[in-house]
T-cell receptor, first 112, second 114 residues
Framework: QKEVEQNSGPLSVPEGAIASLNCTYSDRGSQSFFWYRQYSGKSPELIMSIYSNGDKEDGRFTAQLNKASQYVSLLIRDSQPSDSATYLCAVSPWESNYQLIWGAGTKLIIKP | NAGVMQNPRHLVRRRGQEARLRCSPMKGHSHVYWYRQLPEEGLKFMVYLQKENIIDESGMPKERFSAEFPKEGPSILRIQQVVRGDSAAYFC????????????FGPGTRLTVT
């Protein structure tokens, strides 16, 4: 059974600080990794995708992938109250070109 | 550059009625996925379709639920004889096979069964 694990939170971070969100996955052969943001009552929005080991930066967001440790993280610098949302980690298993295995999400609260 | 479109955004049905949810994928996307999300819960995969083909329906309940993606027109998720437990948000996502598994979501249809 392929799994993606996230701490459900809530994770509370003061405004302006770095928020660090973590995700582990069970399928060692997974190839593609995604972070989605979901505001309450809204649909998931793709914010980052990462395919190779290391860091990928996009504005205030940095995704980090460590395939050896089966770990992917999302860092949000200079956190803003508008970053308060649930962050979903999704992983694509190696044998599938369409399937995503979803984590349950981490609720992030940025305190002004 | 229109994104994924879903309608209706809100749907109220009485127990026993039929619900039809529509999804138009993003322009250039030929793959469609349907997900269900209960309040305060995670996304549950239901079905994956390409034009005129159901590729994976492993997440679909065996009874009352069906999906299609015809050659022309939107993808349809159909729920027959709805029950209160069907109340949820139903999201459609689409992808371009040339862009890996990046899935883009529509705004969702919130189904309420009374």
């Amino acid at each position: 059974q392929k799994e993606v694990e996230q701490n459900s939170g809530p994770l509370s971070v003061p405004e302006g600080a770095i928020a660090s969100l973590n995700c582990t996955y069970s399928d060692r052969g997974s190839q593609s990794f995604f972070w989605y943001r979901q505001y309450s009552g809204k649909s998931p929005e793709l914010i980052m995708s990462i395919y190779s080991n290391g860091d990928k930066e996009d504005g205030r967001f940095t995704a980090q992938l460590n395939k050896a440790s089966q770990y992917v993280s999302l860092l949000i610098r200079d956190s803003q109250p508008s970053d308060s949302a649930t962050y979903l980690c999704a992983v694509s298993p190696w044998e599938s070109n369409y399937q995503l295995i979803w984590g349950a999400g981490t609720k992030l609260i940025i305190k002004p | 550059n229109a994104g994924v479109m879903q309608n209706p955004r809100h749907l109220v049905r009485r127990r026993g009625q039929e619900a039809r949810l529509r999804c138009s994928p993003m322009k250039g996307h030929s793959h469609v996925y349907w997900y269900r999300q209960l309040p305060e819960e995670g996304l549950k995969f239901m079905v994956y379709l390409q034009k005129e083909n159901i590729i994976d329906e492993s997440g679909m309940p065996k009874e009352r639920f069906s999906a299609e993606f015809p050659k022309e027109g939107p993808s349809i998720l159909r729920i027959q004889q709805v029950v209160r437990g069907d109340s949820a948000a139903y999201f459609c996502a689409s992808s371009d096979p040339g862009q890996g598994n990046e899935q883009y979501f529509g705004p969702g249809t919130r189904l309420t069964v009374t």
